[in-house]
């Protein structure tokens, strides 16, 4: 995933921008960079691994170190940025939250128009940042460029732009991130977070709509290019990616989240009898507290995961080595486990790999029965517009691994379809082919007609694809 951030000032932008940036850190966990603009020394730049260390003890020597009155910087779980670049359209550096799904088409078309070469990265890869810059770069303008890089890029792409006259901000085509302005006196911000410059003394002052431009300067904000009529922003960002203190569109992570397990208890009631719920932490703990609320069912935290010297940031990308951490992280309360019934949410299920250990290490500790409640639908298709996991094939899903069983390897768009309907037979064997092999007591996933009442603003704004394979 990865979020960024950036400032407007009359004054030192710096600590507002370290800041600003550290409150993104639960977007990403490879790497993270700040690029600062000062009259008299003009750019400045820092980018870091933050793999082993969390954003501020990266950072913080090069906060006292960097000057300037105006700054873009992000936190990354792929690419090195921000870049800086040089080109007909002046000095800039330039942040995204992106995905880039036509990157080989990109690249051949751009070296057959004369661009000379791109940076590899480790593996061969190239920068989808520096790719945004280059399609920018054909046009006379920024916001010519922006546009062209956007309707271009098969994916998504929000764009933050540092120049010497100030930020330029751009939400996706689609809106499917989301990109914030924060106003304070002699200051603007512009974040993906709406809760990340509240504690910098920033009130909110204006949510850009899909496919917006702006320019932010000291002194205000200038729309370059109106909003969109059409919105596909991302629906799991409340499921999971969002911060809780978080509100996009109006609507709040923790309250969205709350609805959400209100309702899995409302179509619960009379068919389980639990002793306890809790949530996988932590986004799971929210979902976990709604359903408590309106079962009656006590919440409770029968295992309590260890952050001092466990932080999200330290995660390496091999997943075996991923599965041995998050089962490190996970401190069992054997009073709360032993010859308990628990009913357990969490966000999702993706590859099934943690749920099943997390199921056996409560097991293991003596706890009777686990039933599992995913607070969002089963993810049947992967995702082309958001950075949502490290999955190289559909094939690493659960559930595609049992609809491939059953199915055979080439199954059809329809039968997909049939599988994600909750009401098909499909869909219920399905699940019980997934209760049995993660070896739970029951199992109920949110349904999707459900988790859109539970972020409650117009359907055909949200992103349903990973779950129902429609665009």
């Excluded at 986004?283 to 932080?311: D, E």
């Amino acid at each position: 995933m990865g979020g960024f951030f950036g400032v407007a000032s009359k004054s030192s932008c710096i600590l507002d921008l370290f800041f600003g940036i550290d409150y993104h850190s639960h977007l990403g966990t490879r790497r993270a960079g700040m690029a600062v603009y000062d009259r008299t020394n003009g750019f400045d730049r820092a980018i870091h691994n933050i793999e082993n260390s969390p954003f501020r003890t990266k950072f913080e020597y090069d906060v006292q170190e960097l000057e300037g009155t105006m700054g873009i910087g992000c936190i990354s779980d792929y690419e090195p940025q921000p870049l800086l670049a040089r080109s007909h359209l002046g000095s800039f550096a330039l942040t995204s939250v992106s995905k880039i799904n036509n990157m080989e088409e990109l690249t051949r078309t751009a070296l057959k128009r004369g661009h000379t070469h791109f940076l590899e990265m480790s593996g061969g890869s190239i920068n989808p940042t520096e790719m945004i810059i280059a399609l920018i770069n054909q046009k006379d303008s920024f916001v010519e460029g922006i546009r062209y890089a956007q309707e271009l890029i098969d994916g998504s792409c929000s764009i933050l732009i540092l120049t010497p006259k100030g930020l330029i901000a751009a939400r996706d085509r689609l809106g499917r991130t989301p990109v914030i302005i924060g106003k304070k006196e002699d200051a603007y911000c512009v974040s993906f977070e709406s809760f990340a410059y509240v504690n910098l003394g920033y009130e909110d002052y204006k949510e850009l709509g899909p496919g917006e431009i702006v320019q932010v300067t000291p002194d205000g904000v200038e729309t370059l290019s109106p909003p969109g009529d059409k919105m596909r922003i991302c629906s799991f960002l409340w499921v999971y990616y969002g911060y809780p203190t978080s509100t996009y569109e109006g609507v709040n992570v923790e309250d969205m989240r709350y609805k959400c397990g209100r309702i899995l208890a409302s179509r619960d009631k009379g068919k389980v009898n639990p002793d306890l719920v809790a949530g996988v932490p932590d986004s799971g703990t929210a979902h976990a507290i709604g359903y408590a609320n309106a079962s009656g069912v006590p919440f409770a935290r029968p295992f309590i995961k260890y952050t001092p010297t466990w932080p999200r940031s330290f995660m390496p990308t091999q997943q075996s080595q991923r599965n041995l951490i998050a089962r490190m992280k996970l401190i069992p309360v054997h009073k709360l486990i032993k010859g308990k019934s628990l009913l357990m949410i969490d966000d999702s299920i993706v590859r099934g790999t943690q749920l099943r250990e997390t199921t056996e290490f409560l097991y293991h500790n003596g706890a009777s029965e686990v039933h599992i409640r995913p607070a969002c639908p089963p993810l049947l298709f992967g995702c082309k517009y958001l950075n949502f996991s490290r999955s190289k094939s559909e094939m690493d899903l659960i559930t595609r691994r049992i609809i491939a069983a059953r199915e055979g390897e080439n199954v059809s768009e329809s039968v997909l379809r049939d599988y994600a309907d909750p009401d098909s037979q499909n869909y219920k064997e399905m699940l019980e082919d997934i209760r049995k092999e993660l070896n739970f007591t029951s199992l109920r996933f949110h349904r999707l007609d459900d988790l859109k009442r539970s972020i409650d603003i117009d359907e055909c704004k949200l992103c349903t694809y990973c779950w129902s394979g429609i665009e």
